[in-house]
């Protein structure tokens, strides 16, 4: 591949940074649209002299959904990069907290200013801690906040966002064409599709960024006409988008090492690109990979965060591929951090040790992990979170144990200790003990106390669940309501969903009429709750006891759940009726008597515990299913023989909007008696 082009508005945004810094500006932004340069013009002030600081220091988070070690991630480098082991050291225990590592990160800092420069590529400036914010967002946010706000360090921030009493310094998109797209810096597979775009494009193309105008030069070598592919201008992502479906039409081999690449998070070198699979790929793929996809020499390659967020996106690599993929990355990283170990490069070493962490996080692999010791709380927490959406739930418990030996206070791994625990359907009291851990801790997250509350209605404690439900409010709504969606959904409607499911209308529909009026119209969840709550409020106080589809001329010619009709001769008595309310460990039925000719029925309540219930029922299906409220069920007694119980098909209520019920309510039911 021919040399790399460097865009003169790159060079040229260097320039005034460090005319602003001569100045005396604290803080410098580099602006600028994704894809215009920034983080390259970091770079280049990173590499190169800046006399009036002793040191320099760059702080790039690794982004993207899975990254979520972001700002542990950035704490370490920034300590690797201060000279100062035994800070690193501290920085990398474990039975240090993170704010204890912050503070002393921040000491080191405010010790050294105004004699360092921090570079920080794109730090994350609006997350803050919520109702439903993320413990690991929330770590690079108080990262963010805290470097941002040291009076007297001087920096340069690579940043799409206003910072109060900064110079602006904006990387334009503007570039070269002629320069970029010259056949002496393509190989000859793909420069006569440069060439036809320079041709096409002309003036079209003075605007584009580097990046656009390399991604138009891989439409025309898949197939594009060269008019096509030098205009209209498309936003980034359409523009990236539009490559990967050409490329994903044309090559499933390339898919699978895009897909790869995307999981890579620092610059590596050919052996990693071979061992993603590039070195099988026909010349020309090889071609368009390293010349459309790929940055950087061949010892610093690197997907643009643009192209790996979409082609995570496009999810090309299966569950099981995504995994081999991340392990293989572990073993990459591996052999790197002892490489760099041995020839005493820290922050080399550290910052692939902290990959390995990572890529075995995602690859699950709970047993590697766990025989290691890792820097921070954190990574126990996110090894429990990767573990718990993969289904493995005994091993998640296993994680947040081990994040808790080492932070008793660790509120995420308290409530995510009782939520596994809780889809499993073992230890409630150990369940119940980590939920009320997690509310002391943090009693501001609405899962916290959400889940806390529909264990207690699982478990069938209502009443406790209607005092635990009166302090979520107080800890969420002090000022009594709020306009925040999400807080309302999280809270409020799974809630209702679990207390409809079970029955206690009464209680739901005071959990429903919570909801702020102004908010209501545009809530299609909270609509269809109320239509269900309405046609369950109906069936309650109406003393239904058949089913719709039986019409009034034949519902005292049952029993109806007869399953050979000459079994009708063997009844020796029978009831309908409708179970009103159930829990895991009891049934409340209200039955009617059939009347004699001319008379009305008269209704009677039969209250049975669960095991009562699984006793009654006949069929092995009813037996196994927690019961639910709204069924309609038939209590038969055969001449001679003992009373059984069948129930009608249920007939769901069916709305699209209705939230789901997760963890399954029947989960303590099917694991084994209450208490168990």
Not at 28 to 47: F, I, P
Not at 82 to 100: C, I, M, P, S, T
Request: glycine content about 6%.
């Amino acid at each position: 591949m021919g040399t790399q082009v460097t865009p003169f508005s790159v060079r040229q945004a260097v320039t005034q940074v460090r005319q602003a810094l001569d100045d005396g500006a604290n803080t410098v932004v580099l602006s600028g649209q994704t894809g215009a340069g920034k983080s390259s013009a970091l770079r280049e002030l990173a590499s190169s002299p800046l006399g009036a600081f002793k040191d320099v220091v760059l702080i790039a988070p690794p982004k993207g959904e899975q990254s979520l070690d972001s700002g542990l991630v950035a704490l370490v480098e920034l300590a690797a990069q201060l000279d100062d082991n035994k800070l690193l050291q501290k920085v990398k225990r474990n039975d240090v907290r993170w704010k204890g590592k912050l503070e002393d990160v921040t000491h080191q800092l405010v010790s050294r200013a105004p004699r360092t420069l921090v570079l920080f590529d794109e730090p994350l400036l609006d997350a803050s801690p919520g109702p439903l914010s993320s413990v690991f967002a929330d770590r690079a946010a108080d990262l963010s906040r805290t470097l941002l706000n040291i009076k007297g360090l001087r920096k340069v921030v690579a940043t799409s966002s206003t910072l109060p009493e900064a110079h602006v310094v904006e990387v334009a998109r503007r570039s070269a064409p002629s320069e970029i797209l010259s056949p002496d810096n393509w190989d000859p597979v793909l420069a006569s599709a440069a060439t036809q775009l320079l041709a096409a494009g002309g003036d079209l193309l003075t605007d584009q960024s580097p990046l656009e105008l390399r991604l138009r030069v891989g439409l025309v070598a898949t197939g594009t006409s060269p008019t096509k592919a030098a205009g209209p201008r498309h936003a980034l992502h359409k523009l990236i988008g539009q490559l990967l479906e050409q490329v994903g039409a044309q090559s499933a081999d390339l898919k699978q090492v895009l897909g790869r690449l995307a999981l890579l998070r620092v610059p590596f070198d050919l052996e990693a690109l071979d061992d993603m699979g590039a070195g099988e790929l026909s010349s020309r793929c090889q071609s368009l990979l390293r010349q459309t996809f790929l940055f950087g020499p061949p010892e610093g390659l690197l997907l643009h965060e643009s192209i790996a967020q979409e082609a995570t996106r496009w999810q090309w690599l299966t569950s099981h591929g995504r995994i081999q993929a991340h392990r293989k990355a572990a073993r990459y990283h591996d052999a790197r951090y002892r490489h760099s170990n041995e020839k005493f490069k820290v922050r080399a070493a550290v910052r692939h040790e902290l990959e390995v962490i990572h890529h075995l996080t995602h690859a699950g692999d709970a047993t590697k992990l766990l025989e290691r010791s890792l820097f921070f709380v954190e990574q126990y927490d996110a090894l429990g979170k990767v573990l718990s959406q993969q289904g493995r739930h005994d091993e998640a418990v296993q994680a947040y144990k081990r994040a808790l030996a080492h932070d008793s206070d660790d509120a995420y791994a308290h409530h995510y200790l009782g939520y596994n625990l809780d889809i499993l359907a073992q230890s409630p009291q150990q369940v119940e003990a980590h939920f009320k851990s997690a509310i002391r801790a943090n009693p501001s997250h609405v899962w916290y106390h959400g889940r806390h509350i529909n264990f207690l209605v699982t478990r069938g404690r209502v009443r406790e669940a209607r005092s635990a439900w009166e302090a979520a409010l107080d800890a969420l709504l002090p000022s009594g309501s709020s306009l925040n969606e999400p807080l309302y959904r999280e809270l409020h409607g799974a809630l209702s969903r679990l207390l409809l499911h079970r029955g206690q209308l009464e209680f739901a529909r005071d959990v429903l009429n919570d909801v702020p009026l102004q908010l209501r119209p545009g809530l299609p969840w909270y609509r269809a709750l109320r239509r269900l709550h309405d046609a369950l409020w109906v069936a309650a106080s109406g003393d239904e006891v058949f089913p719709p589809h039986i019409s009034p001329e034949e519902q005292w010619k049952g029993p109806h759940l007869l399953h050979r009709a000459a079994d009708s001769a063997r009844v020796e008595h029978w009831a309908p009726g409708r179970i009103a309310e159930a829990s895991s460990t009891e049934v409340h039925l209200r039955m009617a008597l059939p009347p004699p000719p001319g008379e009305e029925p008269s209704f009677v309540w039969r209250d049975l515990s669960i095991e009562e219930y699984q006793a009654l029922a006949l069929d092995t299906k009813d037996r196994e299913e927690l019961p639910s409220a709204g069924t309609f069920v038939e209590v038969i007694k055969f001449k001679g023989e003992t009373e059984f119980l069948r129930c009608h098909p249920v007939t769901p209520f069916e709305d699209v909007d209705l939230p789901s019920l997760f963890p399954p309510p029947d989960r303590y039911l099917r694991r084994g008696p209450p208490g168990a």
